[in-house]
Structure formats: C-alpha cells, structure tokens
C-alpha cells in the first residue's frame, strides 16, 4: 500500500501505569504517514517515514536499497569493459553519462589520454545527456504540482536524443557506447550526426525551453509551491555534500568541468593548443526548489552553447587511444584484413584477455546532471577491477532530504523530492 497511517508515540510506557497521560495532555497528537516504496509521486522505488504534526513535517527519515541491484559487487565480476552495461542502468535517465564517467575513471587507472575525436564526441554525447536530464527533471517537477502539460513539453523532446543515441551506437535507451581508451565504434556517418545534433539544438529545443519557460516561469501556483520550500544555506549545502545543480542553487560555485577540467573542458584537448570550451556556471542564492528548477533550465541552454562549439569542429582521427595496444580494440577495417588485430579483437571481446591492468588505485569523476558522478577503483592486474566503490550524486542528495522538508507542510513533500531528482538506481547499496 503507497499509503499507511498510524499514531506514534514518543515513548514506551508500561500499560499499567497511566500517570504519562497527565504530562500528555496539552501534546500535540502525530501520525506516521509511509510514502513508498512505490508511489507516483516519489517516480522511483524509495520510501520515506513521516511524523506529522498535523498537515506539518515534524520528522522525515529517507530509506533506501529497495532495488537490491549490487551494483558495486558487479564490479569485481565484470572486464573492465563488460561493465558499462551495468553502470548504465545507475542513472538510467542519462546512461551516456554513466559511461563516460565509468571510462573516464578506468582511463585514470590506466594512465590512457583519448584521442582529441574521441574527447569531442564524448563531451557533445555527455551534454546531451545533461539536456535529456534537465528536461524529465523539470517536466516531472512540474507534473507533481499538477502540470501535465509541462511534462509533455519536456519529455517529448528527449525522444530526439534517444535518436541521437540510437544512431551513434545501435541502442535507445542503454547505448554502452564508450570502452576503455575509446569508444565502440566511430560514428556510422559524421554528416548525419551533425545534422541531427544541429537539428535538434536549433529547431526543437530551443521551442520547448520557451514552452516551458512560458508556462512555469511566472505561474503563480507554480512559484508559490516552490519559493521558499526546501532551502539550504551555501554553508550547509557544502557540510551535506551536495553537488551540481542542488549546490549550484545554494550559491556553491563548484562545476567539476571548470575546476577539474577533462575532456574538450579542457585546454589543448586536441592536443593541438585549442582552447577549452566557454560556457558560464549558474549560480542562484536562494537555494530553494524555484533557485533549483532556475539552475536546471540555464544549465540546458549552456550545454547548447558548449554543443554548438564543438559540432562542426570535430577532429578526425581514430576514436580509439593507441590502437596498436592491447587494451583497445582496433579498427574494425584492420580486423577485417589483418591477422593481428583479429587476434586482438578476439581476446578483448571474446576472450576477456589482452587487458594489462595496473596494480594500484584511482579516482575518476566528471560533472553529472545531478552532480558529481565518480568511481573509485582498486586494481589488482587481473581483467576485472579488484573493487568499485561508486560516488552517485542523488545518495548524497538524498540524504539532505529530511533536513530540507522537515517543518514544511505534506503538500510540499512531492516539491521537494522533485526539486532533488533523485534516481533510486544511484541509491541501491
């Protein structure tokens, strides 16, 4: 039942003696409202307990671990490719980026710099991703407080990303699409994915961004639900450890793409000193749901600022690191006509062998729509990581939901949670 309610009591006392009933007297009487595990306002399997004083939040205690995924534990079982078939399905709203950052976290352990082809590709498929967050992250958010037609607007348009993703690696929803110095294979046409790219940026998103900046943007029911519900300070958004959008929002200046630059974030990424991309960090003060949702809508108009720059400028080249190595798969014209590279395509894909792993440990992490998003990994020289220990924004995110809700009323419960974006995948331990 997504619903339950029963009183609560404060204290244990023996049934015998009733003299407690004399210092209860003037108490309030609270109820224990159960929110979850499954509930169409909370989109995912999670619960929360609340003790209600009233129609007021006096206590709120998040549970989590209700996918029982092993997410972590799959890690160890897993080749070093093998397993982003896994970490895609963490976020499953954005699984490009989850690849991205997985490799970008191997290739740290491996001491591996991608090709300048790969690093583009990479950062415009990572935006994408950011975009196609941002819009169900919004449209949901929206959708709670009763606007369906918000949703539309925002969901509709993830369809042409998932086209994108299609396109470049034969797969929807779960593309898989990066391995370890590399990715899977090259685009199958560059002028076709440049036009759907462009395509999309410039005619169908900038028209949804509108929609939906005319719909919610001075909606009195809209901005009532979200000013000044679920606020966090700068100084305690930092002691939570939020990141992305939700610190962003409290006036934490922090983007890991500016202060720990990677990819084409980076200075001389195509190793020919070309500068790194522009693109400015929203910051909002208030740290409330509205500064939230605010954040969220800039950060999908700078992704298309970064996109636009790197589109019609990707450099050629082989997208894989070294493919003379033995830890990326060659091309797949030399597996066709050279016996060494069948040899190496084999042992890589087929055999699980021709991987040369380090011994010794490595963090890697990248920019994620909700956050920080990052892995550590512990390597033994085997062909599978010895452990993975995954750093996911929304468990972090998650943790401060109590402290952001309690004291405001039930109704502002689905607010909040929609303000967070929390992906119950990143909270399975």
């Known amino acids: 039942m997504p619903f339950t309610l029963s009183p609560a009591t404060e ?60 997410f972590e534990k799959l890690g160890e079982h897993h080749d070093w490719n093998q397993y982003v078939c896994t970490i895609s399905r963490m976020d499953y709203i954005s699984p490009i980026v989850n690849d991205i950052a997985w490799h970008t976290a191997v290739e740290t352990l491996f001491d591996i710099d991608c090709t300048p082809r790969c690093k583009s590709i990479r950062t415009i498929l990572c935006e994408l991703g950011r975009i196609q967050n941002h819009l169900l992250c919004v449209g949901a958010a929206a959708l709670d407080l009763g606007g369906i037609t918000s949703f539309i607007y925002g969901f509709n348009e993830r369809e042409f990303v998932y ?59 809209f901005i009532d639900r979200l000013q000044g519900v679920g606020v966090m300070t700068k100084e305690e958004a930092i002691d939570w450890g939020l990141s992305g959008p939700l610190a962003r929002a409290s006036g934490v200046r922090r983007d890991l793409r500016k202060d720990r630059p990677y990819l084409c974030y980076a200075d001389n990424w195509d190793g020919q000193g070309a500068p790194a991309v522009e693109f400015d960090v929203p910051i909002a003060t208030t740290g409330d749901c509205y500064a939230r949702y605010l954040v969220r809508i800039e950060e999908i108009k700078q992704s298309v600022r970064i996109i636009e720059q790197l589109i019609d400028t990707i450099p050629g080249g082989s997208v894989n690191a070294s493919p003379e190595g033995k830890g990326t798969l060659p ?41 920080e998003l990052g892995y550590y990994l512990v390597g033994d020289g085997d062909r599978t990581p010895w452990r993975v220990s995954v750093r996911p924004p929304c468990f ?25 974006n929390i992906i119950a995948a990143e909270l399975d331990r």
């Open 11 to 70: 204290f244990d006392v023996d049934v015998e003696d009733t003299s407690y009933l004399d210092d209860r007297k003037d108490a309030p009487e609270r109820w224990v409202l159960n929110l979850g595990p499954q509930h169409p306002a909370t989109h995912t399997t999670l619960r929360v307990v609340l003790e209600l004083d009233g129609e007021r939040v006096s206590r709120a205690t998040p549970h989590i671990g209700y996918l029982h995924s092993g």
């Open 163 to 221: 086209d994108i993703l299609d396109f470049v690696s034969g797969q929807r929803f779960h593309p898989d699409y990066t391995r370890v110095g590399g990715l899977k294979n090259d685009l199958p046409c560059e002028e076709t994915f440049k036009t759907m790219v462009k395509d999309f940026i410039h005619k169908r998103l900038p028209k949804a961004v509108g929609d939906l900046e005319t719909m919610l943007n001075r909606n009195r029911i």
């Open 331 to 371: 091309e797949k014209g030399q597996v066709y006509g050279s016996i060494e590279a069948t040899i190496q395509q084999f042992e890589l894909v087929m055999h699980n062998r021709g991987f040369d792993a380090p011994i010794g440990e490595a963090y890697g992490s990248i920019e994620g729509p909700n956050g």
């Open 396 to 420: 972090f995110n998650f943790s401060a939901f109590a402290k952001m809700l309690e004291g405001h009323q039930l109704a502002d419960f689905v607010a909040v949670l929609g303000s967070l």
